[in-house]
């Protein structure tokens, strides 16, 4: 028995280290678990730097920032119905259009079923030209009719 374990490892000093040697049937027995070893670990580095790198963009995409179109930004003139609602001088349209959401929300305006809807008021009801109900994407449109 002493024979067969001298024949499969074998050992040697080289430069002062210590080098197994291994018979054929070892060394690819032993190249097949490490094998499949660095493959598991290496689809769990990948997975990790997958991750990163989408939380790295993620940041980036958050912490640029857009510069807004200057066309939304340039002051419009509002007309008396909608100075009713948002008021009465020159704003943009984003800032008009967050006005008008204040005012429904303020007012408690927003359909309680369909937050899509918004059910007009006296006063919206001439922004939206007379309708009862408009939905949050048909407003706009309506709105614009009284920016110039």
């Known amino acids: 028995m002493a024979k067969k374990a ?3 490892k074998t050992s040697a000093k080289v430069a002062g280290k210590k080098v197994v040697k291994k018979t054929k049937a070892a060394e690819q027995k032993a190249a097949g678990k490490v094998g499949a070893k660095a493959k598991t670990a290496e689809k769990k580095v990948a997975k990790k730097v997958a991750t990163k790198v989408k939380a790295l963009k993620k940041t980036v995409a958050t912490k640029v920032k857009r ?3 200057p066309v939304f930004m340039k002051p419009m003139q509002i007309s008396e119905d909608l100075a009713k609602v948002v008021g009465s001088k020159p704003m943009p349209r984003t800032e008009v259009t967050r006005k008008i959401w204040d005012y429904i929300k303020k007012n408690k305006l927003q359909d309680a079923k369909n937050k899509r809807e918004i059910n007009a008021d006296e006063h919206l009801q001439k922004v939206f030209g007379g ?15 009284h920016l110039s």
């Open 67 to 69: 510069a807004p179109n």
């Open 6 to 8: 001298v024949a499969k």
């Open 131 to 145: 309708k009862n109900k408009v939905s949050m994407f048909e407003m706009t449109k309506l709105v614009n009719k």
